[in-house]
């Protein structure tokens, strides 16, 4: 905040390459960084931290109105009380929301609500609130060929695309306009750190002077392969899903959303603790059951993150060092594994629904009955 207010955006994507956050929150953090110096602020308690972690405080309860609205209007999305009770006590928002004090709740909230007007049939609001997440963080726009897609079989694509293309253009005028490649390098290229997570964690144990730098940045040639290797896959599995599936009902959309979360998480070069809320809400419509074991697994690990990173409870405050990553990552292979697991399992349920279905192919699944 402190950056942003003295120097600017520029200033900041350009001397801090770890800012990767789209423009919309930096103007927020700038704005709150004002604030929180402000004698009334001051004097009330309204610090920095407060009005960092409020969006997101307010974004979870607005994703439980939501999903409670979902399932009190339709038969097809009502879940068990206990599923929805796990959800709104969930440790992995109380650890993010609550303790971290990210902005991920604020796009997951705004990715739920762009999912609910595909429900109700609103090509146009649906095209705001996703590029309104995608303000937030850039990762919904590996989600846009799902929405994309659901449209075009609808005939909607121009009513949904013109919002969102207006609205992108609109926050991201700044960068694209006076520094496109910084905010290319620092937002749009943006791949998490390397050797904490899944894949490249067991590519780093293999003690591999190619594999066992953690960074985020400039990544030795090898690392750099397999990254790239990975995320490729992860966007023609996404747009295979989000072809494949285009013309199936409004429920299979969200269906479409969790499938695509979970191949990311499988696959992705690298994950950090507050990301695991990206994928709840879609995991729990998908199925309750799954969700709880997701749920038990991801708190298990971020409860461990957190406390090793603060040196252990009560939490003031957390930082990782490259000692410190050695004692919580292993942690994270318990998440990890539920979703190769849930990942094989709806596979698995898929061929039997659609005993057509393969792997490898680009052939519409039918609309059944």
Same mark, same amino acid.
């Given at each position: 905040?402190?950056?942003?207010?003295?120097?600017?955006?520029?200033?900041?994507?350009?001397?801090?390459?770890?800012?990767?956050?789209?423009?919309?929150?930096?103007?927020?953090?700038?704005?709150?960084?004002?604030?929180?110096?402000?004698?009334?602020?001051?004097?009330?308690?309204?610090?920095?931290?407060?009005?960092?972690?409020?969006?997101? $405080? $307010?974004?979870?309860?607005?994703?439980?109105?939501?999903?409670?609205?979902?399932?009190?209007?339709?038969?097809?999305?009502?879940?068990?009380?206990?599923?929805?009770?796990?959800?709104?006590?969930?440790?992995?928002? $109380?650890?993010?929301?609550?303790?971290?004090?990210?902005?991920?709740?604020?796009?997951?909230?705004?990715?739920?609500?762009?999912?609910?007007?595909?429900?109700?049939?609103?090509?146009?609001?649906?095209?705001?609130?996703?590029?309104?997440?995608?303000?937030?963080?850039?990762?919904?726009?590996?989600?846009?060929?799902?929405?994309?897609?659901?449209?075009?079989?609808?005939?909607?694509?121009?009513?949904?695309?013109?919002?969102?293309?207006?609205?992108?253009?609109?926050?991201?005028?700044?960068?694209?306009l006076k520094f496109?490649?910084?905010?290319?390098?620092?937002?749009?290229?943006?791949?998490?750190?390397?050797?904490?997570?899944? $894949?490249?964690?067991?590519?780093?144990?293999?003690?591999?002077?190619m594999f066992r730098?953690?960074?985020?940045?400039?990544?030795?040639?090898?690392?750099?392969?397999?990254?790239?290797?990975?995320?490729?896959?992860?966007?023609?599995?996404?747009?295979?899903?989000?072809?494949?599936?285009?013309?199936?009902?409004?429920?299979?959309?969200?269906?479409?959303?969790?499938?695509?979360?979970?191949?990311?998480?499988?696959?992705?070069?690298?994950?950090?603790?507050?990301?695991?809320?990206?994928?709840?809400?879609?995991?729990?419509?998908?199925?309750?059951v799954f969700y709880?074991?997701?749920?038990?697994?991801?708190?298990?690990?971020?409860?461990?993150?957190?406390?090793?990173?603060?040196?252990?409870?009560?939490?003031?405050?957390?930082?990782?060092?490259?000692?410190?990553?050695?004692?919580?990552?292993?942690?994270?292979?318990?998440?990890?594994?539920?979703?190769?697991?849930?990942?094989?399992?709806?596979?698995?349920?898929?061929?039997?629904?659609?005993?057509?279905?393969?792997?490898?192919?680009?052939?519409?699944?039918?609309?059944?009955?």
């Amino acid at each position: 905040g402190k950056a942003l207010n003295e120097n600017g955006l520029e200033w900041t994507y350009r001397h801090s390459i770890s800012f990767n956050h789209p423009p919309l929150t930096a103007y927020y953090l700038r704005a709150i960084y004002q604030l929180a110096h402000q004698t009334f602020f001051r004097e009330n308690g309204l610090t920095f931290p407060f009005l960092l972690r409020l969006p997101g $405080i $307010i974004a979870d309860l607005i994703t439980v109105v939501a999903l409670c609205w979902m399932t009190g209007q339709d038969r097809q999305f009502r879940m068990p009380t206990w599923a929805l009770a796990l959800f709104v006590l969930s440790p992995v928002s $109380i650890m993010v929301t609550g303790f971290h004090g990210n902005t991920d709740p604020v796009m997951v909230m705004f990715l739920v609500l762009a999912s609910l007007f595909c429900l109700r049939g609103k090509s146009v609001w649906c095209g705001l609130f996703l590029a309104l997440s995608c303000q937030i963080k850039i990762i919904p726009l590996l989600l846009l060929p799902i929405f994309f897609f659901f449209w075009v079989s609808r005939r909607h694509a121009a009513s949904f695309s013109l919002p969102f293309v207006l609205v992108s253009l609109v926050l991201w005028a700044e960068p694209l306009l006076k520094f496109p490649a910084l905010f290319l390098t620092n937002v749009l290229s943006y791949g998490s750190f390397w050797g904490i997570w899944g $894949i490249t964690y067991w590519l780093r144990l293999t003690n591999l002077a190619m594999f066992r730098m953690v960074t985020f940045y400039h990544f030795p040639p090898m690392q750099s392969f397999v990254a790239t290797l990975l995320k490729l896959i992860i966007i023609a599995a996404v747009l295979m899903i989000a072809w494949r599936r285009r013309n199936l009902g409004e429920r299979a959309l969200l269906d479409s959303l969790a499938y695509a979360w979970i191949v990311f998480f499988v696959f992705a070069p690298g994950v950090c603790a507050q990301y695991m809320v990206w994928l709840a809400p879609f995991v729990l419509v998908l199925s309750p059951v799954f969700y709880g074991w997701l749920a038990a697994s991801s708190s298990l690990f971020l409860f461990f993150f957190y406390n090793v990173t603060a040196g252990e409870f009560p939490w003031y405050g957390a930082a990782s060092t490259d000692n410190l990553n050695t004692v919580w990552t292993p942690w994270s292979l318990w998440p990890w594994a539920v979703l190769i697991a849930g990942l094989i399992i709806f596979w698995k349920n898929a061929r039997r629904r659609y005993p057509s279905l393969r792997l490898f192919s680009l052939d519409s699944l039918p609309v059944q009955p």
